[in-house]
């Protein structure tokens, strides 16, 4: 069964490749035949999950990977801010991830704009457990971090005109260039919850559903924690 269980994970990632990636999902390229192929594959590593009570698994908190998500999804949320936004031709998703800790999630959304800028937007959000396999998801706050520039991919004929940039913002009044590097804080609390469950956990995957069976898979980008670690408090009935 073990060997069937890493057989299976293993068909999964590579029919995320083959549907094209994370970009090809966020950007609507995904083809049916491919969504259907990878919901099969879903399907089958979920009926080996080696996980009883996920909720309380020490293998939850970690970073994650975003590599497939349905339309209730808060990482589709970010997305959306991001293209929502600023037109294809000058920016572009680069990446997704989720942290899990001590009962909060932070979800976050890279971006690059002309290959030059980077800036981030982070959403945060309050996790409870309420059974061994389901959680409640509550939106607390999103930020949109200041962008940072790439100075050494600056093209010679911009530096000029960045430097100059650069020396407005510096002359600008202290507490104006302190919001500026804190970013934008949206409060999110009371606008969103939602209920899921953990149909897979693993020290490598993560599957969750939320209540309107639409899967949602994550892979680990930390080193997992050891399977003697502590877990994560009981809930109560």
């Known amino acids: 069964k073990e060997m069937e ?6 068909s999964l990632l590579l029919a995320f490749k083959d549907a094209g990636g994370f970009e090809a999902l966020i950007t609507g390229k995904t083809t049916d035949m491919q969504r259907i192929d990878v919901n099969e594959r879903i399907t089958g590593l979920e009926r080996l999950n080696p996980t009883p009570r996920p909720t309380t698994s020490p293998f939850l908190e970690g970073c994650w990977n975003f590599e497939w998500f349905g339309s209730g999804n808060p990482g589709l949320f970010a997305a959306k801010f991001v293209f929502e936004r600023f037109p294809s031709t000058l920016a572009n998703l680069s990446k997704m991830d989720l942290v899990i800790k001590d009962g909060n999630a932070n979800i976050t959304a890279t971006m690059k704009l002309l290959n030059l800028i980077e800036s981030k937007f982070i959403l945060n959000t309050k996790l409870s457990v309420e059974g061994p396999l389901r959680m409640k998801e509550e939106y607390v706050e999103g930020v949109l971090e200041s962008p940072k520039v790439d100075e050494e991919t600056i093209p010679e004929q911009l530096r000029s005109a960045y430097g100059q940039a650069v020396g407005t913002v510096q002359q600008l009044p202290v507490f104006i260039r302190d ?8 409060p999110l609390s009371g606008t969103f919850q939602r209920l899921f469950m953990i149909s897979y956990l693993d020290e490598e995957i993560l599957i969750i559903r939320d209540t309107s069976g639409v899967p949602e898979v994550f892979t ?3 080193a997992p924690p050891s399977p003697l670690a502590e877990p994560i408090a009981e809930y109560v009935s």
Do not use: T, Y
């Open 5 to 10: 269980r890493l057989s299976a994970k293993e």
């Open 179 to 186: 919001a500026m590097a804190s970013g934008l804080k949206v």
């Open 220 to 222: 680990r980008l930390d």
